[in-house]
């Protein structure tokens, strides 16, 4: 005998669904929200909040990261709170996570955003939650180590790029430049951070340990696991996934392609042999919707997320 409920599956899940378990609506209809989570600004109890920030008025390149919040969570709808691939346990049987929506800031006036992401994070940090975030360009992480460091102190950055992101930081207002500011502010950690498949050279490191892409793809899934562990040690520990670390191949909808990157299984897996670290938050971001071809590239990022989030459910980070 089958438990499985008769009559038609209930849709919107992300305003009707139980706090907790899986979702039934269909992966092609109802209200989209980051795997059909329940949306909600009441953080008691809640153990992990995503939410989007659909920003990308400091891209270089291609614009269009803007749309990536709404690309990302429309992929994640297959990822519906069935047992997950690859730890086979629902991530949600016991853990609550909630969609916020997304960041309200008014474009007109770009310079006031990074002010805005910093004081909403903060305050969501507050209540103890860990916050999960959907870009939006890179430029957003400044504003969000801002908010992470002020409640845990400086962090050890793993970042995963084709770019350092240590250019001048001229205005504040660029996508390649979180990393100076963040090192000048002392929010991260240098000598604990580490960046993984990078292709371009940029003036500076830090002393942040460098994982080249061709380096990276050397080593091997396993020896790279074993060089991050070793670099980042038990330092609570950022992780921010630039989805242009992944080869155009893999992530051709973003701001700054760069070939030559990871494959999305080889970065997966790494994040996967990560799950000791203590991690305190994470965003993906340089999704660029119209770039991408048949949801490449939210898909990807999607799955970033959804082993982010079992992470969390085995009890990694803190
Ligand atoms: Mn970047
Ligand atoms: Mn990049």
Redesign the pocket.
């Known amino acids: 005998m089958s438990d499985e409920p008769t009559g038609p599956p209930m849709t919107d899940n992300a305003f009707l669904g139980p706090w907790q378990g899986g979702a039934r609506d269909p992966t092609f209809a109802g209200a989209l929200s980051f795997m059909r989570r329940r949306y909600s600004r009441a953080l008691d109890d809640v153990d992990t909040v995503v939410w989007g920030v659909p920003y990308d008025a400091a891209t270089s390149n291609r614009p269009g990261s803007r749309f990536g919040p709404q690309a990302i969570r429309r992929a994640s709808a297959i990822f519906d709170g069935d047992p997950q691939f690859p730890s086979g346990l629902d991530p949600f049987a016991d853990m609550t996570v909630v969609d916020w929506g997304d960041c309200p800031f008014d474009y007109r006036r770009p310079q006031d955003v990074p002010g805005i992401i910093e004081e909403q994070a903060a305050d969501i940090l507050s209540h103890g939650c860990h916050l999960v975030t959907l870009g939006g360009d890179?430029s957003i992480t400044l504003p969000l180590l801002r908010a992470h460091a002020a409640a845990h102190g400086p962090l050890a950055l793993v970042q995963f790029?084709?770019?350092q992101?240590t250019w001048s930081d001229v205005g504040g207002g660029s996508?390649?430049s979180f990393v100076t500011t963040a090192e000048a502010e002392g929010l991260i950690d240098t000598s604990h951070s580490i960046q993984i498949g990078i292709r371009?050279v940029a003036p500076d490191d830090f002393g942040i340990e460098i994982v080249d892409a061709y380096e990276a793809r050397e080593l091997g899934v396993s020896g790279l696991i074993r060089r991050i562990r070793e670099r980042v040690g038990m330092v609570p520990a950022y992780l921010s996934f630039?989805i242009?670390?992944l080869d155009p191949a893999f992530a051709p909808g973003?701001?700054?392609p760069?070939a030559g990157g990871l494959s999305s299984a080889d970065a997966l897996m790494t994040l996967w042999g990560l799950r000791m670290l203590d991690w305190r938050g994470m965003d993906v971001v340089?999704v660029s919707p119209p770039y991408d071809h048949a949801d490449i590239t939210a898909i990807a990022a999607a799955t970033v997320v959804q082993h982010y989030l079992q992470i969390r459910a085995e009890g990694g980070g803190g």
Do not use: F, N, R
Request: proline share 0%; aromatic share 0%; hydrophobic share 10%.
């Open positions: 890179h790029d084709a770019h992101d996508h390649g371009t630039d242009d670390s973003t701001g700054t760069v340089e």
